[in-house]
């Protein structure tokens, strides 16, 4: 298969009457190209070839050099080349995060035994919770990246489906379970003025940080002064959200 390493014996003879054990180099061909080579030792040849594109049947040509006594030779042999199967990984770096975090993923594609290769092109399918999420492209490296928005609460499963390719067979991943988290907003309390006489009075103001992607909080904030509730309002919105509450100061600190 396309990415497998396996081993041609090549051996050369003197023609009668010479007894003579040749010496050289015997150099592999497929389709005109030079894809493996190998020095003679005692009139034989062992040579590792790999085939790393272009499935198919067809003859190898095996050229022997010669050297200074004998004269060079060629022979052919046929050899076949299939697809290979591959293996598909996706990892993420954080298989746990809050709503509105990117979930960075990692797509890995390599011929799957006995095959070495990678595949070096082709379409990766992001599914999430069965569903097709989005389509990425294989790098040279046979790796892909994606940083998956988290528009969820709860566990769902992430997977990656590789399209195949001209050297390599489709195949798809195992489920990698992510849990996304509620969001933890950023409350943010300004009082002004920050020193008031008695019976005067000071403004309060809350903001709250919503999660990135649009998501809407819902709720109530309450204001509280010590712990003493002073205002209390309506969440309700998908950007920074703030109220301000006037209160008279009755107290002295």
């Known amino acids: 298969v396309i990415g497998e390493t396996t081993t041609a014996t090549v051996t050369v003879t003197a023609q009668s009457p010479s007894t003579r054990v040749p010496a050289g180099t015997v150099y592999i061909m497929r389709s005109g190209a030079v894809i493996a080579s190998g020095p003679l030792v005692a009139g034989v040849a062992v040579i590792p070839v790999r085939v790393d594109a272009g499935p198919g049947s067809g003859p190898l040509r095996f050229e022997y050099s010669g050297d200074m006594y004998a004269l060079g030779s060629i022979a052919e042999s046929e050899f076949s080349v299939s697809k290979s199967a591959v293996d598909v990984a996706v990892t993420a770096v954080d298989d746990s995060v809050r709503l509105g975090d990117p979930i960075a993923l990692t797509v890995t594609i390599s011929g799957a035994s006995p095959s070495a290769g990678v595949p070096a092109s082709g379409a990766v399918a992001i599914y999430r919770g069965g569903n097709l999420h989005t389509t990425i492209q294989l790098g040279p490296d046979g790796t892909a990246t994606y940083d998956l928005p988290s528009t969820w609460i709860g566990t769902q499963n992430v997977s990656a489906r590789f399209a195949g390719n001209t050297d390599y067979l489709a195949g798809g991943s195992t489920d990698l379970p992510i849990a996304v988290d509620k969001y933890v907003p950023t409350i943010t309390i300004d009082v002004s003025p920050t ?55 009755d107290e002295i600190e």
């Open 195 to 249: 020193a008031v006489n008695w019976g005067g009075s000071y403004t309060v103001r809350a903001t709250i940080g919503v999660p990135a992607g649009g998501f809407a909080l819902s709720g109530q904030l309450t204001i509280y002064e010590g712990s003493t509730p002073i205002s209390v309002h309506t969440v309700n919105g998908t950007s920074q959200l703030s109220w301000q509450t006037v209160v008279q100061a």
